[in-house]
């Protein structure tokens, strides 16, 4: 990609920091990892290396985990009111909301996307998330039971924080996953151990300067950036983690299970998706082009629920094929940092080959390419924005999710909603699915048939207050929302005989 006059100035305070040393954030302190070890990150736009980062290992893990410890068996944090907890999360999000600006910056650099996403969607929805979370510090209550000989025995459930709570998270939307976990953790009053995603660990490092400056006591948020099989498998391991949230591919989901059952860690597991996007032929058709292709291209397709399956009634399919491949054809793929750009590059050359490979592996199995399909330049991961039709179920491309710009559409014959969602549940995953209809039957019904953890109607986005999580082998529990924050509990039932 050619430097273009309309890209974005860095700020000089963007430019310090990711050239600064880059440490582990210990029980309140920056230090070196124990190794030594460093590795660097790329830009995403260039393919250039970006910023000298630690390399966490097990010695590292231990550590962070006796400061965590200590921070909620013995320190402040255990003694702390839960209004007082609110206090320095809405802080932290006062905070973040004063530098969004920076954050946005080092999010497009690290992880590739536009400049105008980092500012409109990520920021805002990390702000959002703490202060919701702030709320719940106070709101944490146990029952009052009725049980079935009343006035012999009183009882009454209450909620404690499960504990110290290791944290893995992806790098898509790097900020957002680190604050997804952090905020319902320290609600509950656990404290965290989070690494961040090795490609793009810049903007949790930063929080991590942030979480010190507004005061969190020390040990309470550690941050241990390196690679998932040596600091993320130490964690997982660790005797002294009660509990584990990961978000990431379902292939790692397994191997976490596995190495929680020694111990019967807690685990909270966000993974994959092949959310169908279904069409009915009485929907409106130009807001359902608009609405797939927004789904598909957006963050160049790296969302866990990204709607990759379009399956359209034939009447309709020609139509809809056509407005998103228009779309596809007109979404400005360049540097995230460009003024202009909507789609930026796909996070990595490992992603880039990867969905690479899933074209072709498309095209040798006889999708046909109505658009994109392709690299765009030779410098950077682009990728271009993809519509693939004859597309089959049996198909990989149907089967594995791609995490890029590439969307399958088949069309389907009947309004038989039966059928319509057997189609659309025949894959292992179950995260998403979103329905095009302006029938209020034809959604309802919808709706209680697919196997999805979050079902869409003619749009709707992401609320901090909504439960998200997966059907299937698309994940274990719920983030956002009540569940979100009850998921870093113990429920405890106290009977007392009167
Ligand atoms: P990944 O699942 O390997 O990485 C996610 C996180 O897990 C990173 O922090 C990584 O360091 C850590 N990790 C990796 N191996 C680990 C292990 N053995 N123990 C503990 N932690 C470990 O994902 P990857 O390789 O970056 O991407 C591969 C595919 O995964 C993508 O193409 C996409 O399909 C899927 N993915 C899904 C995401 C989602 O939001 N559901 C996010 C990222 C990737
Ligand atoms: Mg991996």
């Known amino acids: ?91 932290l999000a006062d905070a973040l909301e004063a530098k969004a600006e920076e954050f946005a910056f080092i999010e497009t650099l690290d992880n590739g996307k536009p400049l105008n996403d980092a500012k409109v969607v990520d920021l805002p929805h990390s702000i959002e998330v703490l202060r919701y979370f702030a709320g719940w510090c106070t ?39 680190a604050v997804s976990k952090i905020a319902p953790a320290l609600a509950a009053g656990c404290t965290v151990v989070l690494k961040p995603a090795e490609q793009t660990p810049l903007t949790a490092l930063k929080l991590g300067q942030l979480i010190l400056d507004v005061g969190f006591p020390d040990g309470v948020v550690n941050i241990l950036t390196g690679f998932g099989e040596t600091a993320g498998a130490a964690i997982t391991a660790h005797p002294g983690i009660d509990k584990v949230t990961f978000t990431g591919s379902t292939d790692v989901g397994r191997i976490i299970i596995k190495a929680a059952a020694n111990d019967f860690k807690r685990v909270t597991l966000e ?65 995230g940092l460009e003024a202009s750009t909507q789609m930026g590059p796909v996070v990595s050359q490992e992603q880039l080959d990867r969905i690479s490979g899933f074209i072709a592996s498309g095209k040798s199995q006889g999708a046909e390419v109505r658009a994109g399909g392709g690299r765009i330049g030779t410098e950077g991961y682009f990728v271009e924005p993809t519509v693939l039709t004859g597309t089959r179920p049996d198909m990989d491309v149907m089967q594995h999710e791609i995490f890029g710009p590439v ?64 059907f299937k082998q698309s994940g274990w529990g719920r983030e956002l929302g009540r569940e979100g924050v009850e998921a870093y509990t113990e429920l405890k039932s106290v009977a007392m005989a009167l």
């Open 1 to 91: 990609m050619s430097v273009n006059v309309s890209m974005a100035a860095i700020p000089a305070a963007v430019t310090d920091f990711i050239r600064g040393s880059h440490k582990l954030l210990i029980d309140g302190k920056w230090i070196a990892p124990a190794s030594g070890k460093t590795f660097f990150t790329h830009n995403p736009a260039d393919g250039r290396k970006l910023a000298d980062i630690a390399a966490a290992d097990a010695q590292d893990v231990d550590l962070a985990v006796a400061a965590a410890r200590r921070a909620f068996e013995d320190g402040p944090w255990s003694k702390m009111t839960p209004a007082t907890r609110a206090k320095l999360i809405w802080r």
């Open 139 to 177: 709101k944490l209550n146990g029952e009052s039971i009725s049980l079935s000989n009343p006035g012999t025995w009183h009882a009454y459930t209450m909620r404690e924080p499960v504990g110290v709570v290791g944290s893995i998270t992806p790098w898509n939307a790097p900020l957002m996953m």
């Open 271 to 335: 993974l994959g998706g092949k959310t169908p996007v279904i069409v009915f032929p009485d929907a409106d058709i130009d807001r359902a082009i608009e609405g797939a292709a927004r789904s598909i291209f957006s963050n160049a397709g790296q969302i866990c629920n990204a709607g990759s399956r379009l399956y359209a009634h034939r009447d309709v399919f020609d139509r809809l094929v056509e407005g998103v491949s228009r779309r596809a054809g007109e979404f400005r793929v360049g540097p």
């Open 407 to 470: 969307l399958c559409a088949m069309s389907y014959e009947e309004a038989d909603l039966d059928r319509i969602a057997r189609e659309a549940n025949s894959t292992s995953y179950g995260l998403g699915a979103v329905l095009w209809t302006r029938d209020l039957s034809t959604a309802h019904k919808m709706a209680r048939k697919l196997k999805a953890g979050t079902v869409r109607v003619n749009g709707g986005g992401l609320d901090p207050a909504l439960p998200f999580g997966g």
